[in-house]
């Protein structure tokens, strides 16, 4: 046992002044987490190393206010004390302190912490009296000491602080331990780090001002926290997240409630927030507490359109009244890093003092201008910087905050994209030296080689097995193989064995490694429209993992041994295999070669080629087989809109162009997804606690109410009860003339879907495992370890699955169910990032795309209405894949009016609207325009100078566009609409004939050849989810909220989710 | 809201302690010579005092008398001045009533009542002050007063709680860290003979987390269990050495 000391502490808790004593146990060995640790510490973990000039101990001001500085990686030798932990802790809240946690657990940053307050030595008792920044600082200083004496002196110890009484009193105590003030020591030890000094500028100037405000109140103060936690638990307040609409960023918000909160069972929808004051100083996405109104007081939403930067009328078109209420206290600021742009000189207002405050408006339209104090107003004007909130007092109308890091002038390319990778919290630096010093070596003249050791603990496919891989065109990280063969017949008939073989990046990215930190911090790879960034080094991802033709690669794979007929699984096998893929297809290629057109590949031997052919049809078939399976239990078939860019070498745009999908596609589609899903079953099964999964929960129901409503207006009935039912009525919903209605509605059901998230097994009842879009029970990420991190924490699983198995226990436990779980949320966050940067830089390269062209000149396309509003219409435009509103009525009050030619004039006069028209009257006459009409759009480009640009739709005419497109321009353009259409239409009787079929079949327990009619007829199949993933890794655009985020406010229920569905 | 960390990431818990160690404990023996038996313990600053008298005929009801063994009654209080906020304390309330029966059916498995056949052990422990683990303080200030009053036991009984945060057992839980809401285990042990007199806990707890967390009680008890041997034996000593002069 270790000896004991008692210490008094004085604490106040629920007002009253209370005397609580607690105890406090000192101990001589307190690890100090230096390699020259003299003393034999018990130094496990993170230790600082020896080659730094100095170790750097701050205390507990520096910590708290320029923890941004201490950052920069670098800063290395730096002590943290814990007294500056505490102390962060306290004044700046859990956000920050975990900031700072994760700081100190990063191995890339040189940093530890000295728990110094339980060290016998360099603890000191705080004295009657003593201030608590005092005491503070007397405490880091003493720790300092202890640091430098426990080193016996071997390195100089320089404690930082902002009190200059502290340096004037301590500086000369002690020889080997300075004491400095910030600046100085930046000044003195890193006068080269120009960054960090600005940064520390920006700082300070921001603090200071802090000081001297204003004293007139503009907003209501916030409620103590005591206050909001005892009245969220009576049902006074409610907690939520406040949502700021994007379109109406100054007066409308709505604070949506995480399920279990909420106590008001009869406050089933949003409350809205409107107007400033009621909002009070809450910034989109903190979490606050609201109070209700009285119902007097209610509001509804509104649901007029407002062009870009509108002014608000007086008259404003309201919905229903809705709960509305406004924001008594801030439970958790969720500050993140924001861009501004800095106004031109003339806009910027001098405060009489040397340095100017600027009011910057930030890019993202929902956030507040922000308040800046800086010196280089002139110089940074019309650029784009990054900025950090530090506070917004109740005496000050804006928010005050400090800049950070200039990015560039607005409007660059550069810019834009570095901007849109911040505002989406990505932060991407190289690989480092270090990292890169992990990877197997590999060069053009020497090439990775397997090792023979690790050859005899694989299964060896090379000579047995046929594998292949079948990708996008030009794809350079092959993660997944298949192979398919027959196997000698069984007891109840003929087998066959399909194989899928994924890239075993596990064996290379060991846990615990630079890169494998690195790849965890990135959660997967981004793909932007110009260009991506690697979850993992190139060397890995494009060479030694990927699963190139001809060449040997280590491999984890998955094999059923299916009966011939039924596709029954008599056996599963996983484990880690050595293959050589024979062919690298794409998609293109497979497709041809299916349909027997042979003149693709000349250089193949004839006889392998028929062998491919052959796997490829049995592959084609079996996968069909799965599909039906699915079918039958309600998998959705939804659709997103996609397109993909066509980029030249200077990277301009030379076209937009809708993608076409293949067969194929679903064919490679489905096996991933059985692999996926078997997968799943296995971890699920030998880890119960603590396997990685991926479900999808059900949608909400009142998010079909517009997807219903659309359909109604066309006589279609939309069944949401389940999945399958969905599935099905969307199937019928098809018009003959038409064939965009199907698409458009598949469009509007997968907005109304939540998004499929990863989760830890432990974490959540086995009823919500499910895949509402896939309509499987048990789901998980395994077959694109290259460029998604769930999928290498699934393979570590397989293989401690496996390994357990076996006997062998595994080397390391794996991760808890609390670990896991943070893990899936990590990679959640994560992933909405991506997919929302994805999007966002597709509409900056549409953007880009469109101001290229003549607006005068520039051609018209044709656009369908999908949705009414009480000043306009939204449409989609298929050609594009764009979506947009159009406005009817224009800032004076005028009125579209159509003549007789079709052709469209402003016109004075009103707009009338009804569920599924919206009709113009003016004094020459009346023009309807319905839902999923035709109408003729032209598309130019808003320029703005804070946000990002946006596209802007003008009507031309109310009827369909029928100019054809011109050939050359968009060479891989969709087909002309009609055929698709009967394609369509055969492809769904052609199914739904399969799927009786098939249940016919299963009752009398044997299922007959496909003919070869029907395989014909299927090939235009729409895409399902997990093939548009695919087309994701084309840098094609997976664009499905655009017009939710576009119509304002009636669809805020999908506008506010960030991102729709994927599988 | 933002709960304290109760135990940080380098493993140190709110009051420098590390997960498996106890508090500093501290008893005497016979610290009152009116009474049969009695001793004062210490646990960190939770403070115990416990006062046995008997065996001696049965002086509540007749109709309580057992014909084979001792009748164990207990008597279990806190003092007003023993939380943060002075509170008067009367006699019988539930908290009070409920703490005082589990005292009784943890001595009634530890001591030998059957040696005594109608007659009666009266234990009375009142908490000087509280700072967690009441009941655990008020059985090991019971053992040594019985042990001190001289009446048989089949072995201590020493009880100590212990707790659960981040999949990490906490033994020997403080006041800031029982009220932080998390799980507390309170055991009552027999250590030699690894019987268990008594076990209690309140909150949820994962049912595969539950042996880890017994496991962790029991050690954190034989830890309790030394240091009251070892006060014993010095009591012993002393008194001994007083008699011999």
């Known amino acids: 046992m270790i000896k004991t000391e008692k210490v008094l502490h004085l604490k106040s808790s629920r007002g009253r002044k209370v005397r609580v004593v607690r105890e406090h146990y000192l101990r001589e060995l307190v690890p100090c987490y230096s390699s020259l640790c003299q003393a034999e510490c018990a130094n496990e973990g993170k230790v600082l190393s020896a080659d730094v000039t100095h170790y750097v101990v701050p205390d507990a001001g520096v910590t708290r206010d320029f923890m941004e500085i201490l950052e920069f990686r670098e800063i290395q030798g730096l002590v943290f004390t814990q007294t500056a932990c505490q102390a962060v802790q306290h004044s700046r809240g859990r956000r920050q302190y975990n900031r700072l946690r994760s700081l100190l657990k990063d191995p890339r940053h040189d940093c530890v912490l000295f728990a110094n307050e339980f060290q016998e030595y360099s603890y000191c008792p705080r004295e009657k009296g003593e201030p608590q920044d005092k005491w503070q600082t007397r405490c880091v200083y003493q720790a300092a000491v202890w640091y430098h004496d426990h080193l016996a002196g071997l390195k100089p110890v320089v404690m930082i602080t902002e009190d200059q009484g502290a340096v004037a009193e301590y500086s000369s105590l002690n020889c080997g331990v300075y004491v400095l003030s910030t600046l100085e020591y930046l000044r003195t030890f890193w006068p080269e780090l120009q960054a960090a000094h600005e940064l520390y500028g920006s700082i300070a100037q921001a603090l200071r001002e802090r000081g001297n405000e204003g004293t007139e109140r503009e907003f209501a103060e916030h409620l103590p926290a005591e206050v909001l936690e005892a009245g969220i638990k009576s049902g006074r307040y409610t907690q939520g997240t406040l949502n700021v609409n994007k379109h109406r960023a100054q007066h409308e918000a709505f604070v949506r409630f995480d399920g279990s909160s909420n106590k008001n069972s009869e406050l089933d929808s949003d409350v809205l927030v409107w107007g400033g004051k009621n909002r009070n100083r809450a910034v989109h996405g903190d979490m606050v507490a609201v109070e209700l109104l009285p119902k007097g007081e209610w509001r509804g939403r509104t649901t007029a359109l407002t062009e870009g930067q509108g002014e608000e009328k007086g008259e404003e078109s309201q919905g229903q009244p809705m709960p509305t209420g406004r924001v008594v206290g801030i439970l958790q600021r969720n500050w993140r890093d924001y861009v501004v742009t800095f106004p031109p000189r003339e806009e910027t207002q001098s405060q009489g003092r040397n340095s100017l405050r600027i009011l910057a408006t930030p890019w993202d339209q929902r956030i507040p201008k922000i308040r800046i104090s800086t010196h280089q107003a002139d110089t940074l004007q019309d650029h784009r910087v990054i900025v950090r909130l530090d506070s917004w007092d109740s005496t000050s109308l804006y928010p005050n905050g400090h800049s950070v890091r200039v990015l560039g002038r607005a409007g660059e390319l550069e810019t834009e994209v570095q901007t849109i990778l911040i505002e989406n919290c990505i932060h991407i630096a190289p690989f480092s030296e270090a990292q890169l010093r992990e990877m197997p070596a590999s060069s053009p003249e020497r090439p990775w080689t397997v090792d023979p050791a690790e050859v005899v603990t694989r299964r060896d496919l090379r000579d047995t097995h046929l594998v292949f891989s079948i990708d996008p065109r030009g794809c350079e990280d092959v993660d997944d193989t298949l192979s398919v063969r027959s196997l000698p017949p069984g007891p109840q008939g003929p087998r066959l064995e399909l194989g899928v073989h994924i890239a075993d990046v596990t064996h290379f990215v060991k846990e615990g490694t630079l890169t494998d930190l690195e790849a965890r911090a990135r959660a997967t790879t981004y793909y932007l429209a110009d260009r991506r960034y690697d979850m993992l080094p190139a060397v890995l991802s494009a060479d030694v993992c990927s699963l190139l033709g001809g060449v040997d690669r280590y491999a984890m794979s998955v094999m059923w041994d299916l009966d011939a007929q039924t596709l029954q699984v008599n056996r599963v096998w996983y484990g880690r295999t050595l293959i050589r893929s024979s062919y690298q297809l794409y998609y293109e290629q497979a497709q041809a070669l299916l349909n027997g057109e042979e003149s693709i590949e000349k250089t193949m031997e004839d006889h392998k080629l028929s062998h491919l052919i052959e796997a490829l049809e049995t592959l084609t078939q079996v996968a069909r087989h799965l599909r039906a399976q699915r079918d039958q239990g309600g998998a959705l078939e939804l659709e997103g809109v996609e397109v993909r860019a066509q980029l030249d070498e200077d990277k301009n745009i030379t076209a937009l162009v809708p993608r076409q999908p293949l067969e194929v596609h679903e064919t490679v589609a489905e096996c991933m997804i059985y692999a996926n899903h078997w997968v799943a079953r296995k971890i699920q099964e030998r880890f119960p606690q603590q396997a990685l999964l991926r479900h999808h929960p059900p949608p909400r129901q009142e998010f079909f109410t517009q997807l219903q409503d659309s359909a109604r207006a066309l006589g279609f009935t939309i069944d949401t009860r389940s999945n399958k039912a969905l599935a099905d009525s969307l199937d019928q919903a098809v018009d003959p003339q038409d064939p965009l209605v199907n698409r458009l509605l598949r469009v509007m059901a997968t907005q109304a879907m939540s998004n499929a998230l990863y989760f830890s097994t432990g974490a959540c009842p086995v009823d919500q495992y499910y895949h509402y879009g896939l309509a499987l029970d048990r789901y998980t990420h395994f077959t694109s370890p290259i460029r998604r991190y769930a999928d290498v924490i699934v393979h570590r699983l397989l293989t401690a699955a496996i390994a357990v198995e076996e006997g062998a226990r595994p080397a390391k436990a794996s991760a808890s169910n609390k670990e896991l779980e943070e893990m899936a949320q990590h990679i959640n966050n994560k992933n909405r990032a991506a997919q929302h940067a994805q999007k966002v830089s597709m509409e900056l390269f549409q953007c880009l795309y469109f101001r290229d062209k003549d607006p005068e000149t520039a051609e018209c396309c044709d656009a369908v209405i999908y949705a009414i509003r009480t000043n306009g219409v939204l449409v989609f435009i298929p050609q594009y894949g764009l979506k947009g509103a159009l406005y009817l009525r224009n800032r004076e009050g005028q009125v579209v009016r159509v003549s007789q030619d079709g052709r469209c004039v402003w016109e004075a006069g009103s707009l009338q609207r009804s569920l599924d028209h919206v009709s113009t009257t003016t004094a020459s006459g009346t023009s309807t325009f319905r839902l999923f009409q035709h109408v003729t759009v032209r598309v130019s480009v808003q320029t703005s100078r804070c946000h990002a640009d946006t596209l802007h739709l003008e009507l031309v005419s109310n009827r369909a566009h029928r100019a054809p497109e011109p050939p050359d321009r968009t060479p891989r353009a969709a087909p002309p609409q009609g055929t698709r259409g009967r394609s369509q239409l055969v492809q769904e009787v052609v199914r739904q004939a399969e799927e009786a079929l098939l249940q016919a079949e299963e009752k009398k327990g044997r299922v007959s050849e496909l003919s070869k009619e029907e395989r014909e007829f299927r090939q235009s199949k729409t895409p399902n989810l997990y093939s548009l993933l695919e087309e994701v890794r084309e840098q094609a655009l997976l664009d499905l909220t655009a017009c939710g985020a576009v119509g304002g406010g009636p669809d805020l229920g999908t506008a506010a989710r960030p991102c729709a569905t994927s599988a | ?245």
């Not at chain 2, 500093?24 to 939770?46: C, H, L, P, W």
């Not at chain 2, 005292?103 to 001591?111: G, H, I, R, S, W």
């Not at chain 2, 999949?167 to 027999?190: F, K, M, N, Q, R």
């Open chain 2, 1 to 245: 809201m933002a709960g304290v960390e109760l135990l940080s990431d380098q493993g140190y818990r709110l009051d420098g302690r590390k997960a498996t160690e106890l508090r500093k404990v501290q008893a005497r023996m016979g610290v009152f010579a009116q009474a049969d038996g009695s001793a004062y313990i210490e646990q960190g600053n939770t403070k115990a005092l416990a006062v046995v008298y008997g065996p001696h005929e049965v002086r509540m009801s007749r109709s309580k008398t057992l014909h084979d063994r001792a009748v164990i009654n207990c008597q279990y209080s806190m003092a007003t001045f023993s939380t943060a906020e002075r509170k008067r304390r009367p006699h019988g309330d539930r908290k009070s009533t409920e703490m005082s029966l589990h005292l009784k059916q943890t001595f009634e498995a530890a001591v030998l009542t059957n040696l005594y056949p109608r007659s009666q052990i009266d234990i009375y422990v009142k908490i000087l002050q509280s700072d967690g683990g009441n009941y655990s303080a008020c059985v090991n200030a019971a053992t040594l007063a019985v042990i001190d009053a001289g009446i048989p036991m089949r072995d201590y009984v020493c009880a100590c709680t212990a707790g659960f945060v981040d999949e990490t057992p906490l033994a020997d839980l403080c006041h800031a860290e029982e009220s932080g809401g998390g799980t507390s285990l309170a055991l009552a042990l027999l250590p030699r003979g690894g019987h268990i007199a008594l076990l209690q806990m309140d909150a949820r707890l994962h049912q595969d987390h539950l042996e880890t967390l017994m496991e962790a009680a029991m050690t954190a008890c034989k830890g309790v269990s030394k240091v009251l041997d070892q006060v014993v034996r010095q009591h012993l000593q002393e008194v001994s050495a007083l008699t011999g002069e």
